[in-house]
């Protein structure tokens, strides 16, 4: 598994059902604000998709990281991840192309096969077949990435602007299962599990060995905890913790009985949710801690659409207080990209 010590934002734009909420227009200004204020801070800022969850989860991650992309100069984005098969693969090709050119290679896209069958049936994408749709859609995206000629509804079509970095830094593949392993080391990608598996991390880096890839496994921690900073914990879990809760309890609402994840919490409560550890909120002091065990940081600052002003004061916090304490320690890639 890649050792990597990294911070990131994560934005998921989820909206519990109050009028203590920011509004849709609230949350996505300061979800722009932050991810510019993340700039040359933290190393990552995280999108992903989902639809019709009845709760806001985002729906647009290419648009989301084109905005990111606009507003920052060296942090890097990841769509995490794409659903794949939900969409045309000259499309998806075309727009990993113009993340890589405007962003001179700070976007990656993980491209997933998904878990929700109603998303198929709005999408009307076979879902009986869907591994054998997503290895299809995937050869194409590729072909067409690396400039080759592709026959695509009875046309010859190609890409005019190809990117400018290698494709496995601007593509890899998710998903928590040994075919998706398979998947991403036949591609000769990245692959970025929901969860660690040993077995799966051999399978992987065997078959990458045998095709002659060089193939990175990154996998989260083994429990990873959705975090905000503050000085008084106990009164933000006592304000705020129905917002945590609701994002928790919709992410159950929405996942397949077959899906494991770092992620998985059955909490009911508020009290329960805080006592398993998948949302924290600690102290300065704690949250270093925190990194120095984990090597990772994911701060989810407009969670459950609480108000921004909760999500300000950790990124104010964590920039005052713990950034100083860890940047000897984060990866320089976040802040060193380069651009073309």
Not at 92 to 97: S, Y
Request: charged share 20%; proline share 4%.
């Amino acid at each position: 598994m890649e050792d990597t010590h990294t911070t990131s934002l994560i934005f998921h734009t989820r909206r519990y059902p109050s009028s203590e909420t920011a509004s849709s227009n609230q949350l996505h200004h300061e979800m722009h604000q932050m991810i510019r204020w993340a700039d040359s801070k933290l190393n990552f800022c995280a999108f992903s998709e989902h639809h019709i969850s009845n709760d806001g989860f985002m729906s647009s991650p290419m648009l989301a990281s084109a905005l990111a992309v606009g507003c920052t100069n060296k942090l890097l984005i990841r769509n995490a991840a794409v659903l794949a098969p939900l969409h045309d693969p000259l499309e998806i090709a075309e727009q990993i192309t113009m993340l890589d050119l405007l962003s001179g290679g700070r976007v990656k896209t993980i491209l997933a096969l998904g878990y929700r069958e109603c998303e198929y049936q709005l999408f009307d994408v076979d879902w009986e077949h869907r591994g054998q749709v997503f290895n299809e859609k995937l050869e194409v995206i590729l072909q067409l990435l690396n400039g080759e000629t592709v026959s695509y509804h009875g046309l010859e079509i190609k890409l005019e602007h190809l990117p400018v970095s290698p494709i496995n830094e601007i593509v890899g593949i998710g998903g928590n299962s040994r075919p998706a392993a398979r998947r991403a080391a036949r591609a000769g990608l990245d692959y970025h599990p929901a969860f660690h598996c040993a077995d799966t991390e051999v399978e992987y880096h065997a078959l990458c060995n045998k095709q002659k890839v060089d193939g990175r496994y990154y996998a989260p921690a083994d429990k990873l905890s959705f975090l905000l900073i503050h000085e008084d914990p106990d009164k933000v879990w006592h304000e705020h913790g129905k917002f945590m809760l609701f994002d928790a309890m919709s992410y159950q609402n929405i996942s397949h009985t077959s899906r494991v994840s770092c992620r998985e919490c059955d909490a009911e409560t508020v009290q329960g949710l805080r006592e398993s550890g998948a949302y924290s909120v600690l102290t300065p002091d704690e949250a270093i801690k925190h990194f120095n065990t984990d090597n990772s940081m994911v701060i989810n600052p407009l969670v459950g659409g609480m108000h921004p002003d909760i999500g300000w004061n950790t990124l104010e916090l964590y920039h005052s207080k713990v950034y100083p304490a860890i940047v000897s320690q984060l990866d320089r890639d976040g802040f060193d990209a380069v651009t073309h």
